[in-house]
């Protein structure tokens, strides 16, 4: 049986030269970054020289990465270190209603102690309107945050027009990159974010490491208490092996970035243009263009997303009906339902996540098994017309 993973929204494999250059800070260059005989500084070296390299490729100062265990802890970081530190300033923060769950869950915990959040909502394809954004601004807010592209159906935010309203009125902007960094150029200073998250494991790197880019000037209290590490906004032992794979990966992103673009966007399209020229009732879910390079998300009516992804499964074909945070979760997509897809579809979804070791030919023969299964679950389904 051939096997294609097509999950690259959930996990990348990592890169043989990300493996290779971590390999030595495991047996070899094994010591405490803090610590003062050699040993520790080979690792404090190898920790220097990867911030250069993630600072570099977002458009940032080294000062301004703090490494931390991946998307989700910098998420919290960014929220909670803002919220905490200016809690005498306001307690009013603004996101949006299709965010990762790092983002929503977090704001619900401080909704829970005494926040107040705004949750702007999206046009059916996933967008924020930047006028939504100005009005929910009041004298109390003290935070945007936004993600840059949707880990589910791969729309791309305004993230600049949101960041110039926010500074016009005196807010911070976060905005998580997780998904978005190193599928399209992502420089801080052409989006006039404050702070963004990224992960490593996304990009080809290794599992449990990421980074917080935050501007110098901007203030936030850490999280956990203990040592000085990471600019005193992270205690903790650093996870040398971790971010010098992350550093390879963003080097590599960096270097294959225009011609990984490229190739994907040519997957995507063509994968996309198939589906929905084969398949009667097949929807794309978010926005035509203004979408990451690598998603293809549909919708198929009279059929389970579940079963589409068990039957491909069968067929060797790694795809997911949507976030992998939220797959074991059994309540509807909640970036769907904000899309206002009507109920009786918003199960029947496909997220097909590209990668650049994936071929036309993978794509033909996804697409050729997925016009085969839509139309045996149509066939068994007492609600699809037949012919």
């Known amino acids: 049986m051939v096997w294609i993973y097509m999950d690259h929204g959930a996990t990348t494999r990592p890169d043989p030269e990300v493996v290779n250059a971590m390999l030595p800070f495991f047996n070899e260059f094994f010591g405490n970054a803090s610590s003062l005989h050699t040993f520790g500084q080979e690792a404090a070296q190898a920790l220097i020289s990867s911030r250069k390299t993630v600072a570099d490729f977002l458009g940032a100062e080294p000062e301004e990465i703090i490494f931390t265990s991946g998307g989700t802890e910098s998420d919290n970081l960014a929220l909670k270190g803002i919220a905490y530190l200016k809690k005498n300033k306001g307690k009013h923060i603004i996101t949006s209603v299709i965010e990762h769950p790092a983002i929503l869950n977090t704001c619900k915990y401080l909704g829970d102690i005494g926040y107040r959040i705004t949750y702007l909502p999206v046009d059916d394809q996933g967008l924020v309107d930047p006028a939504d954004v100005e009005d929910a601004i009041t004298d109390n807010t003290i935070l945007i945050s936004i993600m840059h592209a949707n880990n589910e159906i791969g729309t791309i935010q305004p993230i600049k027009e949101i960041s110039a309203i926010a500074h016009e009125h005196g807010v911070l902007v976060h905005t998580d990159a997780v998904q978005s960094v190193g599928k399209m150029s992502v420089n801080v200073d052409d989006l006039g974010v404050d702070m963004l998250s990224i992960s490593a494991h996304k990009i080809y790197g290794p599992k449990g490491v990421g980074a917080l880019y935050v501007r110098k000037g901007t203030r936030l209290q850490g999280l956990s208490q203990g040592g000085s590490h990471e600019m005193k906004k992270r205690a903790g032992t650093e996870n040398i092996p971790g971010i010098v794979g992350m ?106 996540t590209l990668g650049r070791e994936n071929t036309m030919d993978e794509v033909d023969y996804v697409v050729e098994n997925l016009i085969d299964i839509v139309k045996k679950l149509r066939a068994m389904s007492p609600i699809a017309p037949k012919d």
């Open 247 to 352: 550093a390879k990966a963003v080097e590599l992103a960096e270097q294959r970035l225009e011609g990984d673009t490229k190739y994907l966007e040519n997957l995507r399209d063509t994968m996309i243009r198939k589906i929905l020229d084969s398949i009667p009732e097949s929807y794309l879910n978010g926005h035509p263009t203004k979408r990451l390079c690598n998603n293809v998300h549909v919708r198929f009516s009279y059929v389970e997303g579940e079963s589409l992804l068990m039957m491909l499964d069968m067929k060797g074909v790694a795809v997911s009906t949507g976030s992998a945070c939220s797959s074991k979760s059994l309540e509807p997509s909640h970036v769907l339902a904000a899309l206002n897809i009507i109920p009786e579809e918003i199960h029947g979804n496909l997220r097909i």
